[in-house]
């Protein structure tokens, strides 16, 4: 046979290997791409491969990167990690020959030179003569170039003759088998000894496995073998791409399990350099986020301690993620609560209406103001016997209760009259609110001052002021309702005959304020015992002068109600009727009739006993102005 020359790694290629086992046979960094390959095609051009890396090692001291690394590196699109050899050696001294060796070392076997003697060429070193036979200088390059091949292919040569002669087969007894004349390669026995079948078994578990641990699990069990070298390229190879890996992910925890991976690995020195790193960036971490913490709670401090929105704002403009952000944010959100609730008491008591408080408390249940609105409240509810003004000056009004009662006189009545006749039953069905006190001359002339009524009654010297208004027609007291209602944006009116009547009773069945004639004096200001008027009322006098007294002055009716009775006569809504016969049963206004007359009552300081009964009724043209007539006023009562 004839010896061959090939990668002792692939010597323990076994025709029943697995194919992943052949394919991780071969030395890391001198096995070309093909042969890891399971569709590479195999030829010279791998022998030139393993002889240039062969030659890489030699000239530069370094193993090649192997093969599998530089295909993953190219098919990330990175960099070929394999340095050329031009970088690493002097260019004066081996240019064409480190050229040719990387021409070698080409993943592609299409560029790469078909066979040694195409690959020959290129180890030239310096141009030849123009032509004729080679100059003195170019056959001593060539003898030396020959020389180095020559050498190094020796010594590989020799090595291979003493290892294929001198060990022996599986089942041989010493003599050395006869080689094969095909590619298939036979096992090479161990170091001193074949390998027996369970090493065979283990080494190809460890290709199969393909790890550092199991290869070192290998090396532990079969120290001597013939793949000693190979399974410790193996583990260098691996160490190598843990490390890149570990590099390229560049974490803490990366390195630490290359670390782990690989005790005393090659890269363990880097490793620890990187944990160091790790470990300052930690501590100056560590540092920085104790500085800003301290600078946090200043911040902190400070906002909680002004206690303003603006504050807070601040605070977590500049610590959007603050260890106090989150109370930041309740706390901002409590001041702009308060701040709110403020905001809208405040607009509730500038209304002053009951649906103004009413809203702020439905919008802050627990607001600071809840209390003083339900008082407000309270206050502004208009519930009967309940007394209030809607604005200064304007009159003060009692608020009376819905209810019913027998409005005119009996028949039978002595003194009745027909105009009070039939007596019928009245109905009110709701609340609204009168006058205390008849309208008085201060009120009318702040009215004409306001521009709102047209007239200015004279007093008869009486005196202006808390005197009820005199000198008035039914068509002026309109006016001031009118004025009155625009300035308070209430209903305001004159009360019709049936609401007057109602209040003036104030559940007296009799026809007598008081329910005794006697007693009609102290209610009200009349032509009593005093006034000598041949129409007095005999049955009592009173201490007053002939002319109308401040209203208040006498005594208040159920309803507190004054002056219902004396004083003066007051206008109502009603039109003239000369009896009740189909007037309203509601307490409205009676519209029909003789409406360019109105209905008067009470009677006045001018009337005696006819005139200041309860059921009594008078008429005055609409335009009639006197010294015993006024007015008193009644108002619409919103239901709360």
């Known amino acids: 046979g004839h010896p061959i020359l090939l990668d002792f790694g692939a010597a323990g290629q076994f025709p029943h290997s697995s194919a992943a086992a052949r394919r991780k046979l071969g030395s890391a960094g001198y096995a070309a791409p093909e042969q890891s390959d399971s569709q590479g095609k195999i030829g010279p051009w791998t022998d030139v491969y393993g002889l240039a890396a062969t030659l890489y090692r030699c000239v530069s001291g370094q193993i090649p990167v192997d093969a599998d690394s530089r295909r993953e590196a190219l098919g990330r699109q990175e960099q070929d990690p394999l340095e050329p050899l031009g970088s690493l050696v002097d260019a004066s001294r081996f240019g064409p020959i480190a050229e040719a060796i990387d021409r070698g070392l080409?993943?592609?076997?299409?560029?790469?030179?078909?066979?040694?003697?195409?690959?020959?060429?290129?180890?030239?070193?310096?141009?030849?003569?123009?032509?004729?036979?080679?100059?003195?200088?170019?056959?001593?390059?060539?003898?030396?170039?020959?020389?180095?091949?020559?050498?190094?292919?020796?010594?590989?040569?020799?090595?291979?003759?003493?290892?294929?002669?001198?060990?022996?087969?599986?089942?041989?007894?010493?003599?050395?088998?006869?080689?094969?004349?095909?590619?298939?390669?036979?096992?090479?026995?161990?170091?001193?000894?074949?390998?027996?079948?369970?090493?065979?078994?283990?080494?190809?578990?460890?290709l199969e496995a393909d790890t550092a641990y199991g290869y070192q699990l290998f090396l532990d069990d079969y120290p001597e073998s013939i793949h000693r070298d190979q399974a410790k390229l193996h583990i260098e190879r691996l160490d190598h791409q843990a490390w890149g890996r570990a590099e390229q992910e560049g974490s803490k925890a990366a390195i630490e399990d290359y670390m782990t991976r690989f005790p005393g690995g090659q890269h363990e020195a880097e490793a620890k350099i990187r944990l160091?790193?790790?470990?300052?960036?930690?501590?100056?971490?560590?540092?920085?986020?104790?500085?800003?913490?301290?600078?946090?709670?200043?911040?902190?401090?400070?906002?909680?301690?002004?206690?303003?929105?603006?504050?807070?704002?601040?605070?977590?403009?500049?610590?959007?993620?603050?260890?106090?952000?989150?109370?930041?944010?309740?706390?901002?959100?409590?001041?702009?609560?308060?701040?709110?609730?403020?905001?809208?008491?405040?607009?509730?008591?500038?209304?002053?209406?009951?649906?103004?408080?009413?809203?702020?408390?439905?919008?802050?249940?627990?607001?600071?103001?809840?209390?003083?609105?339900?008082?407000?409240?309270?206050?502004?509810?208009?519930?009967?016997?309940?007394?209030?003004?809607?604005?200064?000056?304007?009159?003060?009004?009692?608020?009376?209760?819905?209810?019913?009662?027998?409005?005119?006189?009996?028949?039978?009545?002595?003194?009745?009259?027909?105009?009070?006749?039939?007596?019928?039953?009245?109905?009110?069905?709701?609340?609204?609110?009168?006058?205390?006190?008849?309208?008085?001359?201060?009120?009318?002339?702040?009215?004409?001052?306001?521009?709102?009524?047209?007239?200015?009654?004279?007093?008869?010297?009486?005196?202006?002021?808390?005197?009820?208004?005199?000198?008035?027609?039914?068509?002026?007291?309109?006016?001031?309702?009118?004025?009155?209602?625009?300035?308070?944006?209430?209903?305001?009116?004159?009360?019709?005959?049936?609401?007057?009547?109602?209040?003036?009773?104030?559940?007296?069945?009799?026809?007598?304020?008081?329910?005794?004639?006697?007693?009609?004096?102290?209610?009200?200001?009349?032509?009593?015992?005093e006034s000598g008027f041949r129409w007095q009322h005999g049955d009592c006098a009173d201490t007053a002068a002939m002319e109308t007294l401040p209203v208040g002055t006498f005594r208040a009716n159920g309803f507190g109600v004054y002056d219902v009775v004396g004083n003066v006569a007051e206008w109502t809504m009603d039109c003239m009727n000369l009896s009740y016969l189909d007037a309203p049963s509601d307490g409205s206004a009676w519209g029909r009739g003789i409406c360019s007359s109105r209905m008067t009552r009470g009677g006045s300081w001018f009337t005696g006993t006819r005139e200041i009964r309860l059921p009594a009724r008078f008429n005055l043209k609409n335009g009639d102005r006197n010294d015993f007539t006024g007015f008193r006023v009644v108002r619409r009562v919103e239901e709360s």
């Open 276 to 529: 160091e790193e790790f470990r300052l960036a930690e501590e100056a971490e560590r540092r920085a986020e104790a500085e800003a913490a301290r600078r946090d709670d200043e911040a902190w401090d400070s906002a909680r301690g002004a206690r303003t929105i603006a504050a807070i704002d601040g605070y977590l403009q500049a610590w959007p993620a603050g260890r106090h952000a989150d109370e930041a944010r309740e706390l901002r959100g409590r001041l702009q609560n308060a701040a709110n609730d403020r905001k809208a008491f405040e607009a509730a008591k500038k209304l002053g209406t009951i649906d103004g408080y009413q809203s702020y408390v439905d919008a802050f249940p627990r607001g600071a103001g809840v209390a003083e609105a339900l008082e407000a409240i309270d206050d502004l509810t208009l519930r009967p016997g309940k007394t209030f003004r809607d604005c200064d000056g304007c009159p003060t009004l009692v608020v009376v209760p819905a209810g019913s009662y027998w409005q005119g006189s009996e028949d039978s009545s002595p003194l009745a009259l027909k105009s009070e006749t039939p007596r019928r039953m009245v109905t009110i069905a709701e609340p609204f609110a009168v006058g205390i006190y008849e309208v008085t001359l201060a009120q009318w002339d702040q009215c004409v001052s306001e521009g709102g009524c047209s007239t200015r009654p004279r007093d008869n010297g009486w005196g202006r002021g808390s005197r009820p208004v005199i000198m008035v027609s039914w068509n002026d007291a309109q006016e001031y309702t009118d004025w009155l209602s625009k300035k308070t944006g209430q209903s305001y009116s004159l009360p019709s005959e049936s609401q007057w009547e109602y209040i003036a009773r104030a559940g007296e069945e009799t026809d007598w304020l008081g329910g005794d004639p006697a007693r009609v004096c102290e209610y009200g200001n009349v032509a009593g015992g």
């Open 106 to 206: 080409r993943m592609d076997p299409a560029t790469r030179p078909r066979d040694v003697g195409e690959w020959r060429g290129g180890f030239r070193v310096g141009p030849g003569p123009a032509s004729g036979d080679a100059g003195p200088v170019e056959q001593e390059g060539r003898e030396w170039l020959s020389l180095v091949l020559l050498g190094i292919f020796g010594v590989v040569l020799i090595s291979a003759v003493v290892y294929l002669f001198t060990a022996e087969g599986p089942g041989e007894s010493g003599d050395a088998a006869e080689p094969e004349t095909t590619a298939e390669v036979k096992t090479p026995p161990a170091r001193g000894s074949g390998a027996s079948p369970e090493e065979t078994r283990r080494w190809e578990q460890a």
